[in-house]
């Protein structure tokens, strides 16, 4: 059983910033891609960031310049740092990740609130 946690969500104004953060726990050695996704009300999830075991990141445009990703191989660990936010930015941060088998992990999800 492999479980994904996140943490690091709140509420914060519009040109603040946040570091989210998912653990990966259980029967698995490492991830290929881990990243971040991200579910606003009425929309349907969209994917933010991705980075896999190499390095190798990917964003959405609309977070290119403003979020960075990282991760620690060692503690199967996944972070999403968010900079300059904007109200568009709310939604649910859903923490995921790919096995080398290709089997799809996901997180709970975490809220992230952009609002004067």
């Known amino acids: 059983q492999v479980q994904l946690v996140e943490s690091g969500g709140g509420l914060v104004q519009p040109g603040g910033s946040l570091r989210l953060s998912c653990a990966a726990s259980g029967r698995i050695s490492s991830f290929n891609v881990m990243g971040w996704y991200r579910q606003a009300p009425g929309k349907e999830r969209e994917l933010v960031a991705t980075?896999?075991?190499?390095?190798?990141?990917n964003f959405a445009d609309s977070v290119k310049g403003r979020f960075t990703i990282s991760r620690d191989n060692a503690k199967n660990t996944v972070y999403l740092q968010m900079n300059s936010l904007k109200p568009e930015d709310t939604a649910v941060y859903y923490c995921h990740s790919v096995g080398y088998s290709g089997t799809v992990y996901w997180g709970h999800g975490t809220q992230v609130t952009v609002s004067s």
């Open positions: 980075i896999t075991y190499g390095g190798s990141r």
